[in-house]
């Protein structure tokens, strides 16, 4: 870098001061220009280091949701062996229960046998009241263990949200930094005229309160809590449904056309956990249109007499029929490998199931899918303390 000046002071004998004083000025320009090349690198470098760090809190996130996931695989295998042993506790109870008649036939036959049978009777019954025993506590812990993997189906349902939830916060964020921007610049100003400053900051108020109901109705969702029902009305849970999940949808180009019923739409139900049977569906017909060239979900609600049908459709491939008897089945999935856990339709139709609901499927291929979801209708509010 200090060549070209000794370069300069050697052009010839006949310029004298002139050549000096602009190889001076060459010099201070380089070196002013190398000052700045190396500001613009050290910008760039902290750029790198931010980005460094963002990908780091990317990375330890894919291994939370990762251990989530084998922790849901864990509860599903607890689940399948106390299933398995509470099948085998009742084939215990049905032989004790043949055996028991068995003994008493032969009491009439012979009163020889009377006192062993007398025997054999007190012993079976000792059994069967420790296998009844055996069984409610059994079914304690089975009800346990669902409450844990509708919980962990939540959690996982959070992890996809994330990136949409942050986006919808995204823009109340910026339309609050606009308007108290604008507050600023008129105080700055000398503004006489309060009005405006007013009308700002109340705007600014309204996408605050936007931004802390999104964020409150997150935490609510994912809060494990004991399960309570209530009457709530299903085209209100359908609509907070579609908070959660738009900027997902909006992101992938996807249309949302609603047809929700006029009149309340009442059952019994826990309304967290309706809400995660119709964000299961939402994120299943997101995940049909991802190749499709028309990409629209259309959502309806009605009530037939005693039943309340939602039907999520969407304009995706479709599902062919011999994986439709399958697709509520605990952990079965088309997707790829680390795409998907084969939960969520298996958590959906149990929770529907706790309500007296039912859910069935109608695809062919070409022509999307529908899932039609049927619920009792409830004209009264359930009895206080009601719980699960």
Known sequence: MTAEPEEFDQAGPGNGGAGNGGAELDAAALREQVEQLRAHVERAEERRRALVHIMGDLNESNQKLADQRKAMLHILGDYENDRSRLARQTERLDNSRRALLHILKDSHESNL?????????????????????????????????????????????????????????????????????????????????????????????????????????????????????????VDDVIERSLLLVHEQLRLRGIEVELELCPDELLVVANPIQLEQVFINLLTNARDALADS????????????????RIAFSDTGPGIPLELQQRIFDPFFTTKEVGTGTGLGLSITYSILKEYGGEISVDSRPGKGATFLVELPFADEEPPQEAFL
Not at 212 to 222: N, V, W
Request: glycine letters at 8%; a neutral charge; charged letters at 35%.
């Open 293 to 308: 060239k028309r990409k629209t979900i259309r959502i309806a609600s009605s009530r037939d007499g005693e039943k309340i």
């Open 113 to 233: 046998r009377l006192g062993d049978s007398r025997k054999a009777m007190i012993h079976i019954m000792g059994d069967l009241r420790e296998t009844t025993q055996e069984m409610e506590r059994r079914e304690h812990e089975l009800r346990d263990k669902q409450e844990q993997l509708v919980q962990a189906g939540k959690l996982a349902t959070l992890g996809e949200l994330t990136t949409g939830v942050a986006h919808e916060l995204n823009n109340p964020l910026n339309n609050i930094g606009l308007y108290v921007g604008n507050v600023i610049d008129r105080i700055r100003l000398g503004a006489d005229d309060a009005e405006p400053l007013v009308s700002d900051l109340e705007k600014a108020m309204e996408q605050v309160r936007k931004a802390t109901e999104i964020i409150s109705h997150l935490r609510t969702f994912g809060r494990a809590a004991r399960v309570s029902i209530e009457q709530v009305d």
